[in-house]
């Protein structure tokens, strides 16, 4: 049918030229000043985000990875347990070894893809000092105040990995500043990027003055080659930080044209429409849309819908979150505890609809028709689990 059309993509990464012209200009300027890194774009990208979280500090570091890690290592996890879910990017267990702590794998609750409260008490040990929470897709669960008063209770910090939640809030309050601090990534392919970036967002005096040793080699000032903590390279550069500030300045017009390809996804196949279900936000969510996951109907192969999809339709799926649960990977095989069985179904059998701020109505709608042509051949042997 649509053959010769080009396909929809995954993802598109929107810079206008304005944009582009506004960012050639400023990058001009500072290689002529030669203030490179650390400098005034990097803190009026942190003062910038930092406002827009309601966020008393905002740290801009190199990836969301070095974000995770600084905050881990602020943190002081150093031999002591943390509780990290099992659907989550390899990042988020990894950066807890990388500070030296053990990450304690948490099943998934499918309606939410988060951790449920009874989840995390369950996995509580004594040498247990904090969770991670991750808002796969964007979406903030609704349980999020409960969690908040369990950790309370139990003398346990929060560290929100906020990488997929530019944005997002939940009763108002932004993703990333319900625990101790929040994490969050601009690789190209979140909903808002410098590139390469990360930020921390904390109120916290004494994390954020950490952090800021530790992405800078650990030492003590910028001005002052004396190290007191283990740090590393882990700064952000001023074209990163002018690139990440354009970026954001769209930040909101990008969640609202997000918003609106969703809203028109979830008319089509939300409140048992279609028996491919779209993991919907809690009603007290505000969603950015970084993901549109939808859950596949039983007996339908995942790679085969996605192959049909995009060969019959030019529809192009896009990556998983996650296509697997971080056991399933070899290098972290010993994790499993042999009852992450939610995290195993949630991963595997969901498919993750394009989305993007310039998606335009034209390419929402040949999605649509392609997953109903999709549901009307679910019978068929192409798209059925050997
Ligand atoms: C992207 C991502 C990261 C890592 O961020 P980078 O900027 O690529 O280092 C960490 N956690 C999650 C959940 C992510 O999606």
């Known amino acids: 049918m649509l053959r010769n059309a080009p396909p929809v993509p995954p993802t598109r990464i929107d810079f206008s030229d304005e944009d582009a012209a506004w960012i050639a200009e400023r990058i001009t300027e500072v290689l002529k000043t030669g203030r490179l890194t650390l400098g ?62 053990k990450p304690i794998l948490m099943d ?19 040498d247990t ?64 990027t410098s590139a390469e970036g990360g930020m921390i967002v904390t109120d916290d005096d004494e994390l954020a003055a950490a952090a800021r040793i530790f992405r800078d080699q650990g ?49 089509e196949l939300g409140n048992g429409r279609s028996a491919f279900t779209p993991i919907a936000p809690p009603a007290d969510c505000f969603a950015n849309y970084y993901k ?26 896009a990556g998983e979150v996650y296509e697997a649960p971080l056991h399933k990977h070899p290098v972290f095989h010993k994790l499993d505890t042999g009852d992450l069985g939610q995290s195993e179904h949630l991963c595997s059998r969901h498919i993750c609809l394009p989305i993007f701020a310039s998606m335009t109505d034209g390419e929402a709608e040949r999605v649509i028709a392609a997953v109903k042509a999709a549901e009307r051949g679910k019978a068929a042997a192409s798209l059925a689990s050997a």
């Open 292 to 317: 549109y996951p939808v859950m596949l109907p039983e007996g339908v192969d995942r790679a085969a819908v996605k192959a049909w999809l995009k060969e019959e339709h030019g529809v192009i799926c």
């Open 40 to 101: 005034p774009y990097t803190e009026a990208f942190e003062a910038a985000f930092a406002k827009y979280c309601g966020a008393r500090h905002a740290i801009a570091v190199s990836s969301g990875t070095s974000s995770l890690e600084i905050i881990l290592r602020g943190l002081d996890i150093a031999g002591k347990s943390v509780l990290v879910p099992a659907d989550t990017f390899f990042a988020t267990a990894a950066a807890v070894i990388a500070a030296g702590g």
């Open 129 to 192: 000092v904090g969770i991670v929470i991750v808002h796969i897709a964007g979406i903030v669960t609704d349980r999020m105040p409960e969690i908040v008063r369990l950790a309370d209770a139990r003398g346990l910090w929060i560290m929100e990995d906020a990488a997929h939640a530019h944005g997002s809030t939940l009763a108002g309050r932004h993703a990333g500043t319900f625990g101790r601090a929040g994490s969050f990534s601009f690789y190209p392919t979140k909903v808002m």
């Open 108 to 126: 998934s609750d499918i309606s939410t893809m988060s951790t449920a409260p009874e989840e995390i008490e369950r996995r509580i040990t004594p």
């Open 219 to 267: 030492k003590a000032s910028f001005h002052q080659n004396l190290h007191v903590k283990m740090g590393n390279n882990w700064r952000l550069s001023e074209p990163h930080a002018i690139i990440g500030l354009r970026h954001f300045s769209h930040l909101d017009g990008m969640i609202t044209d997000r918003r609106r390809i969703a809203e028109f996804y979830d008319q």
